[in-house]
């Protein structure tokens, strides 16, 4: 089993809607949990970080993680065209060694 | 916001030769930087620890004496594929650990190398 597990879509969605990915961990170490969107042949934007559990709020993104569930999800609100990525989930013990998943691709259509 | 430069951000090698990759922090200064690879369609997989001062922590399965990786100062590492094969080809990515206590970005990604070997 995989430390983190992560759909790797296409996730297809039309423009304006909102938008959930997720991942599920299986080590109940992991302290820091970190979103980050990836465009193609380019490196990782981090765009979200929570530590332990509860809800992080940045504009149209919203990062929650339920440590309980070992379940970490991501929502995009009034999905855009240019928020077409894979976007990673990734996440530490100590905020050293990240452990990422596969990552899941949205593209988000016209 | 503190940047991660990686150089080159393409090279192309003959087989049998050594590359040289370059990871720097431009505002901040990282004792400890990290060194992923990514082949296609698949994440990132960290390959070492750098620290800066000394020598750097390989993951398993990763050839020390292939991947040869150097921190000589807070601003630098270096990643040196050496005896490139086919198989070494893939998207090399460093990050590095900014300032801990601040909100949003605290770890910093480069944007990433791509070495073809042919």
């Known amino acids: 089993q995989k430390e983190v597990e992560q759909d790797p879509g296409p996730l297809s969605v039309p423009e304006g809607a909102i938008v959930s990915l997720n991942c599920t961990y299986s080590?109940?170490?992991?302290?820091?949990f970190m979103w980050y969107r990836q465009y193609s042949r380019k490196g990782p934007e981090l765009l979200m970080y929570?530590?332990?559990?509860g809800n992080k709020e940045d504009g149209r993104f919203t990062a929650q993680v339920d440590k309980s569930s070992k379940y970490i999800s991501l929502f995009i609100r009034d999905s855009q065209p240019s928020d077409s990525a894979t976007y990673l989930c990734a996440m530490s013990v100590g905020f050293q060694k990240l452990v990422f998943g596969t990552g899941t691709r949205l593209l988000v259509s016209p | 916001g503190a940047v991660v430069s990686q150089h080159p951000s393409w090279v192309i090698c003959k087989s049998g030769t050594s590359v040289k990759i370059e990871c720097r922090s431009l505002d901040f200064q990282a004792t400890t930087m990290f060194w992923y690879r990514q082949f296609p369609k698949q994440s990132l997989m960290l390959m070492a620890t750098s620290n800066e001062g000394s020598k750097a922590t390989y993951e398993q399965g990763v050839e020390k004496d292939k991947f040869l990786i150097n921190h000589a100062s807070l601003t630098l590492s270096t990643l040196t594929v050496t005896s490139a094969h086919p198989e070494d080809s893939s998207f090399y990515i460093c990050?590095?650990?900014?300032?801990?206590?601040?909100?949003?970005?605290?770890?910093?990604f480069g944007e990433g190398s791509w070495l073809t070997v042919v």
């Open positions: 990050s590095a650990n900014g300032d801990i206590t601040s909100s949003g970005n605290t770890i910093y």
């Open positions: 080590n109940s170490a992991f302290q820091y």
């Open positions: 929570t530590y332990s559990s």
